[in-house]
C-alpha cells in the first residue's frame, strides 16, 4: 500500500506568516490528492482536492501544488481561526489513505 | 443542505458487534460513493471502508477487512457498517463522509458528525 508522510507533524507560526506543509507519497498518486483542515472538536472540512483545485468557500490564502510523489499546502498569511490539524489524503486507489496530520498553531 | 447523521454507536464488550447507521440528506445518496472514516481520541484519521454509488462495489482497509461490512440501502437514504468482532483498537469516533466525484476514487467533500463506538469490558 502506498505510504502518505506529511510533515512537519507540528508547527508554531505568527498571525501573517506564510505556513508550508508538505505531504509525501510513497508511490505516484498523479494529482489524487485531498487537504483536509480540522479544528479543535469539529468535523474534517475539504480544503483542497485535485491536488491543486480549491473547494468552494475556502478563502483563497489557501493553495495547494504538487504532482506525483510531493505535494504541499500553503497558507499565505496565517490567521487566527486556521489553528487546526491538517490532513492529506491519496484517492487515486484504495486504500484510501490520510496522512499523520499536522497541528498549526500561532506562536 | 447536505447532512449525513450517525447512530448505532456505543460500549460494547470486546468481540462483540454493532451496526452503525448514517442517514442520510440534501443531495441525491444513490449518486455518491460514501465512506467510512475513524478517529482515535487524539489522533489521526483512518480510511476504514468505501462502497460505490450502486453498492456493487465495496472497499475495506486491511485493519477491519473480514469483520467489517459496508453496505447502503439507495431507497432509505442511509449507509452501514456492520462492525463484529469488535477489539480495543476499534475504539474510535467513526465518522461517514461523502464521496465528492461519482466514482469510488473521491475526495470526501460532506462528513457526519460523528459516533463513538467505545470497546472496553
Known amino acids: 500500500d502506498i505510504q502518505m508522510t506529511q510533515s512537519p507533524s507540528s508547527l508554531s507560526a505568527s498571525v501573517g506568516d506564510r505556513v508550508t506543509i508538505t505531504c509525501r507519497a510513497s508511490?505516484?498518486?498523479?494529482?489524487?490528492l485531498a487537504w483536509y483542515q480540522q479544528k479543535p472538536e469539529k468535523v474534517p472540512k475539504l480544503l483542497i482536492y485535485?491536488?491543486?483545485t480549491l473547494q468552494s468557500g475556502v478563502p483563497s490564502r489557501f493553495s495547494g501544488s504538487g504532482s506525483g510523489t510531493d505535494f504541499t499546502l500553503t497558507i499565505s498569511s496565517l490567521q487566527p481561526e486556521d489553528v487546526a490539524t491538517y490532513y492529506c489524503?491519496?484517492?487515486?486507489?484504495?486504500?484510501?489513505?490520510f496522512g499523520g496530520g499536522t497541528k498549526v498553531e500561532i506562536k | 443542505e447536505v447532512q449525513l447523521v450517525e447512530s448505532g454507536g456505543g460500549l460494547v464488550q470486546p468481540g462483540g458487534s454493532l451496526r452503525l447507521s448514517c442517514a442520510v440528506s440534501?443531495?441525491?445518496?444513490?449518486?455518491?460513493?460514501m465512506n467510512w472514516v475513524r478517529q482515535t481520541p487524539g489522533k489521526g484519521l483512518e480510511w476504514v471502508s468505501g462502497?460505490?454509488?450502486?453498492?456493487?462495489?465495496?472497499y475495506y482497509a486491511d485493519s477491519v477487512r473480514g469483520r467489517f461490512t459496508i453496505s447502503r440501502d439507495n431507497s432509505r437514504n442511509t449507509l452501514y457498517l456492520q462492525i463484529n468482532s469488535l477489539r480495543a483498537e476499534d475504539t474510535a469516533v467513526y465518522y461517514c463522509?461523502?464521496?465528492?466525484?461519482?466514482?469510488?476514487?473521491?475526495?470526501?467533500?460532506?462528513w457526519g458528525q460523528g459516533i463513538l463506538v467505545t470497546v472496553s469490558s
Open positions: 440534501g443531495f441525491t445518496f444513490s449518486s455518491c460513493a
Open positions: 508511490q505516484g498518486i498523479r494529482n489524487s
Open positions: 489524503q491519496k484517492y487515486d486507489s484504495v486504500p484510501l489513505t
Open positions: 463522509a461523502k464521496g465528492y466525484y461519482a466514482g469510488s476514487y473521491s475526495p470526501f467533500d460532506s
Open positions: 462502497i460505490s454509488y450502486g453498492g456493487d462495489d465495496t
Open positions: 485535485a491536488a491543486f
